[in-house]
């Protein structure tokens, strides 16, 4: 899983840029304000049809720019493929080899990268909602499938919402079947992949913190189907007097919460700033090498100024891991000199300066 080659028009603050990354280390570098992070974000449109900085498609185009456009040559498994994107203010138009995709699917399973971002480690410490987020999005990455399970259920539960809102309770039972049918087999999938995550992730962690603290990670209690789905009835149950008062449905996998530990205590409640972020780094660590084991292939791995609040210690523990991953790596920084002691035959360095991209 790789990019060969990128050429971006028109996309954020972006001049005409054209990047061929190495297959190694591949580390951007450049002031604040000058592009670096768009052309991850670029790469990860691309792989996601969707950005990891806005929900609004017309906040990717350049101001003054009627369209912007995005086109990639992919390399996977030994495959060549080019996949390009066109947005404007009337839409988006999407081709995989010169052809309209059959399905989105066609596009997610060609990249799958992992993204590390700064504003992921204040999901340690938030609320619930980002922190399922980003376990669904790792279980879509092994599973593109799990995406179209995950937008039912959505669909389900508003449905759910509106006629207890509307006090049409009369017409709730076959949408609390389907919200229990669809949210137990979340909570399956959730649960499956922790305990398949969950070595690697204890593995990641003590290497970065070098085995100083102890860490975990929960989701729920491991349970047989049958065990969930009644599990989620009580619930319902117990609660459908609450929910008829309140509007809304107050039970389900969309109210779960993933949890990391440290020490035996909630993170949330104890962990430093730099903790966080190791966290959260030994998450997307564990991420890669599962993902590597699920589909046989190394991982793209984009990594967005991550190594800021990480005592020296830790940062040498990540970049020897993304040295060690052996597939391709993207990294923004303001300061790349912690790369170059890397042997020059694994490391390629690009220079972004307002909006260009000067190859070194």
């Known amino acids: 899983m790789a990019v060969q080659a990128l050429h971006l028009e028109g996309f954020r603050n972006l001049q005409s840029v054209v990047f061929?990354?190495?297959?190694?280390?591949?580390?951007?570098?450049?002031d604040n304000g000058q592009g670096k992070t768009s052309v991850l974000e670029a790469v990860y449109y691309l792989a996601n049809l969707k950005s990891f900085r806005t929900s609004r498609q017309e906040d990717l185009i350049q101001v003054g720019q009627s369209e912007a456009r995005l086109v990639a040559n992919l390399e996977q498994s030994g495959s060549r493929h080019r996949l390009e994107i066109r947005m404007s203010s009337s839409g988006r138009e999407k081709w995989l080899n010169g052809k309209v995709p059959r399905n989105n699917g066609d596009i997610y399973a060609l990249l799958r990268p992992i993204?590390?971002?700064?504003?992921?480690?204040?999901?340690?410490?938030?609320?619930?909602?980002?922190?399922?987020?980003?376990?669904?999005?790792?279980?879509?990455?092994?599973?593109?499938?799990?995406?179209?399970?995950?937008?039912?259920?959505?669909?389900?539960?508003?449905?759910?919402?509106?006629?207890?809102?509307?006090?049409?309770?009369?017409?709730?039972?076959?949408?609390?079947?389907?919200?229990?049918?669809?949210?137990?087999?979340?909570?399956?999938?959730?649960?499956?992949?922790?305990?398949?995550?969950?070595?690697?992730f204890l593995q990641s962690y003590d290497e970065i913190a070098q085995k100083k603290e102890g860490a975990?990670?929960?989701?729920?209690?491991?349970?047989?189907?049958?065990?969930?789905?009644?599990?989620?009835?009580?619930?319902?149950?117990?609660?459908?007097?609450?929910?008829?008062?309140?509007?809304?449905?107050?039970?389900?996998?969309?109210?779960?919460?993933?949890?990391?530990?440290?020490?035996?205590?909630?993170?949330?409640?104890?962990?430093?700033?730099?903790?966080?972020?190791?966290?959260?780094?030994?998450?997307?660590?564990?991420?890669?090498?599962?993902?590597?084991?699920?589909?046989?292939?190394?991982?793209?791995?984009?990594?967005?100024?991550?190594?800021?609040?990480?005592?020296?210690a830790r940062e040498q523990q990540l970049i020897r891991f993304l040295q060690n991953s052996g597939g391709q790596v993207v990294i923004t920084t303001t300061d790349h000199r912690q790369y170059q002691s890397i042997d020059a035959t694994a490391v390629q360095f690009f220079r972004m300066e307002q909006g260009v991209l000067f190859s070194e």
């Open 115 to 200: 993204l590390f971002a700064p504003e992921h480690v204040s999901l340690v410490s938030g609320s619930p909602g980002p922190r399922r987020d980003m376990l669904d999005r790792a279980i879509f990455t092994g599973d593109p499938a799990y995406v179209d399970l995950v937008l039912e259920y959505g669909r389900v539960l508003r449905q759910r919402n509106r006629l207890l809102k509307e006090e049409k309770w009369s017409l709730l039972e076959p949408w609390t079947q389907a919200l229990i049918d669809h949210g137990v087999r979340i909570r399956q999938h959730r649960n499956d992949y922790v305990n398949l995550l969950k070595p690697f």
């Open 216 to 312: 975990d990670l929960v989701v729920g209690e491991a349970k047989t189907y049958e065990d969930l789905q009644q599990d989620l009835k009580d619930q319902l149950c117990r609660q459908v007097n609450q929910e008829r008062r309140m509007g809304t449905s107050l039970a389900g996998p969309h109210r779960d919460d993933v949890s990391f530990i440290l020490g035996e205590k909630p993170a949330r409640s104890y962990a430093s700033q730099g903790q966080q972020r190791s966290l959260i780094l030994a998450f997307k660590m564990a991420q890669t090498r599962l993902l590597e084991e699920q589909t046989g292939q190394r991982p793209l791995v984009l990594l967005d100024d991550m190594t800021s609040e990480l005592d020296s």
């Open 20 to 30: 061929r990354p190495g297959p190694h280390l591949n580390v951007i570098y450049g």
